[in-house]
């Protein structure tokens, strides 16, 4: 009967239906259902908004007003997200960020970030970190794995004769397809563009430049390896 419970409520709420283990226990279910009312009430707090959004324990939000959120959105424990930027954050409807997420949109207070665009039903693992002061897009159905980051700008440094952290920056944008796979620890730099269908291996590091769509990229730096059959 839980096991039915918790199935309808992850439907109603994220409008996605799952099918839970049935070897799992109604005591680890309970657990879990109770953990969930206490971040859809930390949620209300934190949003003041009905729609259901799950915030856990230790959660810091800056610029809250710059945050546009879907339906089913999860935030869990330890995460840190700054919305300070000109295009603020923007989370589809059944985004989740796993525990100590980390999302800064301006590096610098002499320059506003462009900010971050997520799709829907989006999973970013835990640890990882988002850099957005060059701008961040991310696709629906994308998964992110554990410690991934996105560097969305560059330091300039052609002048030996001016120390680097004084010539300022510059960026493209990072820009992620539909139903993507991203690997843990993977690094993913300014200037990228991984088009739709991409499988990128643990551990690669994306170099600025444009990644053919439906493709498996592995390496340092990443390199097409093969086409997905």
């Known amino acids: 009967m839980l096991i039915e419970l918790v199935e309808f409520l992850s439907l ?28 859809a009430i930390n949620g209300f707090l934190k949003f ?19 945050i546009t959120t879907g339906k089913g959105l999860v935030i869990d424990e330890g995460c840190f997200i700054d919305a300070l930027a000109v ?12 525990k100590n997420v980390t999302i800064e949109c301006t590096g610098s207070l002499t320059k506003l970030g462009e900010g971050l ?21 991310i696709g629906s159905d994308t998964i992110i794995g554990n410690y991934v980051s996105f560097h ?24 992620i397809g ?12 300014d200037g990228v563009v991984l088009e739709d269908g991409c499988v990128v291996a643990a551990g690669a590091v994306l170099k600025a430049g444009r990644y053919a769509a439906n493709s498996i990229y592995a390496g340092v730096p990443a390199k097409r390896i093969k086409e997905r059959s």
């Open 12 to 39: 109603k709420v994220r409008k996605r239906g799952i099918t839970i283990d049935k070897r799992i226990s109604d005591a680890y279910l309970l657990n879990l259902v109770l953990s969930k009312v206490v971040m």
């Open 48 to 66: 003041r908004r009905l729609s259901v959004i799950l915030v856990g324990k230790g959660v810091t939000l800056k610029a809250r007003s710059m």
């Open 87 to 98: 295009k603020g954050i923007v989370f589809g409807r059944g985004v989740s960020l796993k």
């Open 117 to 137: 665009s997520v799709g829907n039903d989006v999973g970013i693992g835990s640890g990882s970190f988002l850099g957005c002061a060059g701008g961040v897009t």
């Open 152 to 175: 969305s700008e560059n330091h300039n440094f052609s002048d030996p004769a001016i120390p680097i952290r004084l010539q300022g920056v510059n960026n493209e944008g990072i820009h």
């Open 178 to 189: 539909n139903n993507c796979w991203i690997g843990a620890k993977v690094t993913v730099l």
